[in-house]
């Protein structure tokens, strides 16, 4: 059986790897993975997100014997041997997705390696520690405290402009953590886009600011109007660290919002782990659908 961190290794780099669904079942049937795992899969789902399929077919494996754990093998050795990643270089921050790819297979061939030097010399494979459900968990909670120790070095910039640029990096690295396809910021004509991302087949977005006072209402009206000018199918995700005045959230409230509201707040309940992103950004959509109010706090759920 494989250790827990080459499991670790081989979800992480297959996260990285292949950013849409389409791409990673196509590389596990490359990768002879049985049919009737593959098809198990709610590939068309979705609220079935990439990495919970990633969990469920390697998970699977490993329940499966030897032949799982045949394909397991296939799948580290073909990521390890591909020879580029231009895939992911022709998409949006190609050259970040690259990176990170690059990162991750890297890692997997570290730590792959590593077991099979132990294999050999041992002539055993060594004991699993942990049941995958408390590795996925573990390895979620260790991302989130990555994220967590990144976040508060913030608070120790003193330069603003850096302090707001290196926050939309953190989030950047948020949303790739929860698979919702982030854009880094962006500008076109007479407007700068700080972010965008993807979240139930609708384009979000991103407004981040980190000043000293709760926001008054005049940029959330200007974050608004930015949205009102893009398809339908857009929504905004508007990031105050300090959050928002009470005369902000009185003159928004029941005007038929355009984008829901975050603060300090509730992203410290995400980095802590007490409520998953992605639920909590349903839940604040959902509310502002049902009462128009686009705050709803996280400690109010």
Same mark, same amino acid.
């Given at each position: 059986? =494989?250790?827990?961190?080459?499991?670790?290794?081989?979800?992480?780099?297959?996260?990285?790897? $292949? &950013?849409?669904?389409?791409?990673?079942?196509?590389?596990?049937?490359?990768? !002879?993975?049985?049919?009737?795992?593959?098809?198990?899969?709610? &590939?068309?789902?979705?609220?079935? $997100? @990439?990495? *919970?399929?990633?969990?469920?077919?390697?998970?699977?494996?490993?329940?499966?014997?030897?032949?799982?754990?045949?394909?397991?093998?296939? %799948?580290?050795?073909?990521?390890?041997?591909?020879?580029?990643? !231009?895939?992911?270089?022709?998409?949006?921050?190609?050259?970040?997705?690259?990176?990170?790819?690059?990162?991750?297979?890297? $890692?997997?061939?570290?730590?792959?390696?590593?077991?099979?030097?132990?294999?050999?010399? !041992?002539?055993?494979?060594?004991? +699993?520690?942990?049941?995958? @459900?408390?590795?996925?968990?573990?390895?979620? /909670?260790?991302?989130?405290?990555?994220?967590?120790?990144?976040? %508060? /070095?913030?608070?120790?910039? /003193?330069?603003?402009?850096?302090?707001? $640029?290196?926050?939309?990096? =953190?989030?950047?690295?948020?949303?790739?953590?929860?698979?919702?396809?982030? +854009?880094?910021?962006? @500008?076109?004509?007479?407007?700068?886009?700080?972010?965008?991302?993807?979240?139930?087949?609708?384009? =979000? #977005? #991103?407004?981040?600011? &980190?000043?000293?006072?709760?926001?008054?209402?005049?940029?959330?009206?200007?974050?608004?109007?930015?949205?009102?000018?893009?398809?339908?199918?857009?929504?905004?995700?508007?990031?105050?660290?300090?959050?928002?005045?009470?005369?902000?959230? #009185?003159?928004?409230?029941?005007?038929?919002? /355009?984008?829901?509201? %975050?603060?300090?707040?509730?992203?410290?309940?995400?980095?802590?782990?007490?409520? !998953?992103? *992605?639920? #909590?950004?349903?839940?604040?959509?959902?509310?502002?659908?049902?009462?128009?109010?686009?705050?709803?706090?996280?400690?109010?759920?």
């Amino acid at each position: 059986m =494989f250790p827990p961190e080459v499991i670790h290794a081989l979800k992480d780099a297959l996260k990285h790897a $292949y &950013w849409y669904k389409d791409d990673l079942r196509a590389f596990l049937l490359a990768c !002879d993975v049985p049919h009737k795992v593959i098809t198990r899969q709610a &590939w068309h789902d979705p609220q079935q $997100y @990439k990495i *919970r399929i990633i969990n469920a077919v390697v998970e699977e494996l490993l329940l499966s014997g030897d032949s799982g754990l045949g394909a397991l093998r296939r %799948m580290a050795k073909r990521l390890i041997d591909l020879p580029n990643l !231009d895939h992911l270089r022709r998409l949006e921050d190609g050259a970040k997705k690259v990176a990170a790819a690059r990162k991750a297979i890297d $890692y997997l061939a570290t730590v792959a390696g590593t077991y099979d030097a132990t294999l050999k010399r !041992d002539g055993a494979t060594p004991k +699993r520690a942990d049941s995958e @459900k408390a590795v996925t968990a573990r390895r979620l /909670s260790e991302e989130l405290s990555k994220l967590h120790e990144q976040f %508060m /070095s913030l608070v120790s910039t /003193s330069d603003a402009n850096r302090r707001g $640029y290196l926050f939309e990096k =953190f989030l950047y690295e948020l949303f790739v953590l929860h698979d919702l396809n982030p +854009r880094g910021a962006f @500008k076109i004509t007479g407007e700068q886009i700080d972010g965008a991302f993807e979240f139930d087949n609708t384009q =979000f #977005l #991103l407004e981040a600011k &980190w000043e000293k006072n709760p926001l008054a209402a005049e940029p959330i009206d200007v974050f608004c109007r930015k949205i009102e000018r893009k398809l339908d199918n857009t929504l905004g995700l508007f990031v105050s660290l300090n959050g928002f005045s009470e005369d902000a959230l #009185l003159a928004i409230r029941g005007n038929r919002p /355009s984008a829901i509201l %975050m603060d300090g707040q509730d992203l410290a309940v995400v980095l802590q782990g007490i409520h !998953d992103f *992605r639920e #909590l950004l349903k839940q604040k959509i959902r509310h502002a659908a049902h009462t128009g109010d686009p705050f709803l706090r996280a400690t109010e759920l």
